[in-house]
Structures are given as structure tokens and as C-alpha cells.
């Protein structure tokens, strides 16, 4: 298979002035954020600080009560009519979030599909590829996860480590324009950690445009261009892993930073 098929074009996204509640509780609170195409940017901060959150909105999982969000320039979820912003389709939504990776915590996926199954459904679904087309594709994405040995397995029969790594997988059969990681190795044990953090170190090299909310400090250290530490639904501060960790600004990017280090 020719590299051009791998090929994934990075996207800037930029999060705009986003407020989000629920009820009485404000769970992001003008959140401004601009990522640069190719950029990985990690999201540090507590639990319950927004972190999830956020990275839901960007791919409009979560509908903002103010603000927006745009990847290369588009609005996601809505488009301007006037001074307002109008709710998308549920079907242009879905074709939107083609273009946005999600990785999930927990993995998501499909039981009664096979590994190779799973990884090639989204480009069949969505009419992008043919079914043989999507399987070779999915083939080679196995291969560099490193699971080219486990295509006709099942998710029930692989570890932790290996659905995390077939998620990975999944969400690059579509090859968006950006990944996000919503703590991608927070359910796995221990000693499966390592192998998922490799394919994600291997995508950032790609020059894939990443965003990972993560608690791998280290992690971070090593593998981000900018560090976005956010507490109380707010950007508290940002930079480059050698500020943001080495020498962090704010009082409460200090005090976070002393409980996990």
C-alpha cells in the first residue's frame, strides 16, 4: 500500500471564548485555545477541572452554551446565520467529527466486531472507502500499532493495552486532520501503559496534530510542544513543558504540580 494513503493533513483548531454548564455548575469558563497544525498540546490540571470536557466540545460531543469552535477554519457543529450561531444536522455533525479523532479512555469498541472490523467500519460507513479498500487500510494500521497479528480477534480476547492500541488504530482510518486523547491510558494497568504511550510518541513524530488530556506527567514532559494547565474551567496557564513544569507561573499550577511529581 502506498504511503499516500496513510497520508493525514494536520489541522489547527481554535476554541473561542467557550462557556459550558450544567445547572447552577460551570464545568468550562471562557476557555480560549488555539492549537497549531502538526502541534501536540497536552491538557494537565485536577479532576473535574474540564479537562474531558473540553475536548468534547471540540468535536461537539458537548454543545456550548457560548462560544465556538473551528478546525481549519470551519465552525464545528454550527454555522453562522447573522449574528447567530444555527445547530448543524446531526449527519453534517457526524461528517464534521470524520475529520476529528477521539480516543477514549475506555476504549469503545465494538464487541461484536473483530479487530480488523472494527478499524475499517468508519470509512465504509461513511462512504470514503470500499469494504476492500477500508480492510487494507485497516491492515496497515494494525501493523503500526502493532497488532497485525491479532486481526481476527476479538476485543473481549485482547488486553487493555491492545484496545487501547486498536482504538488508536480506529481513529486514524479516517486520517483527521487532529487527534484528541481523552486520558488514553487511565484504565489500563500498569505495565500496559508503555505500549499505548509509544503509538501516541510515533503519531507526534508523524507531525499529526494531537491534543491528549493525560496524567503521565513524564509523558508530557517528553512528547509536547506546549503544556495548557486548566483548573476551575479556566486556561490557568500555558507554555512549552520546560515553563509550564519547570517553572510554572501560577500558584496553583505549583500546587498541582507538587501532589503529582
Given amino acids: 500500500m502506498s504511503t499516500e494513503t496513510l497520508q493525514i493533513v494536520p489541522a489547527a483548531v481554535e476554541v473561542h471564548d467557550v462557556h459550558k454548564w450544567y445547572g447552577a455548575h460551570r464545568v468550562l469558563d471562557g476557555v480560549d485555545l488555539t492549537v497549531r497544525a502538526g502541534e501536540v498540546t497536552v491538557i494537565l ?3 473535574g477541572s474540564g479537562k474531558s470536557t473540553l475536548l468534547r466540545v471540540v468535536n461537539h460531543l ?3 452554551e457560548i462560544g465556538y469552535v473551528s478546525v481549519n477554519g470551519e465552525l464545528i457543529g454550527v454555522r453562522k446565520q447573522g449574528d447567530h450561531l444555527k445547530e448543524l444536522s446531526e449527519r453534517a455533525i457526524l461528517a464534521q467529527r470524520g475529520n476529528i479523532g477521539f480516543v477514549f479512555q475506555n ?3 465494538f464487541p461484536h466486531l473483530t479487530v480488523l472490523e472494527n478499524v475499517a467500519a468508519a ?3 461513511t462512504g470514503r472507502l470500499d469494504r476492500d479498500e477500508a480492510r487494507r487500510l485497516a491492515r496497515e494500521l494494525l501493523d503500526r500499532v502493532g497488532l497485525a497479528d491479532k486481526e481476527t480477534a476479538y ?3 485482547l488486553s487493555g493495552g491492545q484496545q487501547q492500541r486498536v482504538a488508536i488504530a480506529r481513529a486514524l482510518a479516517l486520517r483527521p486532520g487532529v487527534i484528541l486523547f481523552d486520558e488514553p491510558t487511565s484504565a489500563l494497568d500498569p505495565e500496559l501503559v508503555g505500549e499505548v504511550l509509544a ?3 510515533d503519531l507526534a513524530k508523524s507531525g499529526t496534530t494531537l491534543v491528549i488530556v493525560t496524567h503521565e506527567i513524564g509523558f508530557a514532559r517528553e512528547i509536547a510542544d506546549r503544556i495548557v494547565f486548566i483548573d476551575g474551567g479556566k486556561i490557568v496557564e500555558q507554555g512549552p513543558p520546560s515553563e509550564v513544569l519547570d517553572k510554572p507561573r501560577h ?5 498541582f504540580l507538587s501532589k503529582v511529581l
Fill in 45 to 47: 490540571g485536577p479532576s
Fill in 199 to 201: 503509538v501516541i510518541k
Fill in 123 to 125: 470509512p465504509v460507513a
Fill in 155 to 157: 476485543p473481549r480476547q
Fill in 251 to 255: 500558584e496553583r499550577t505549583r500546587d
Fill in 107 to 109: 476504549f469503545n469498541l
Fill in 62 to 64: 458537548e454543545k456550548p
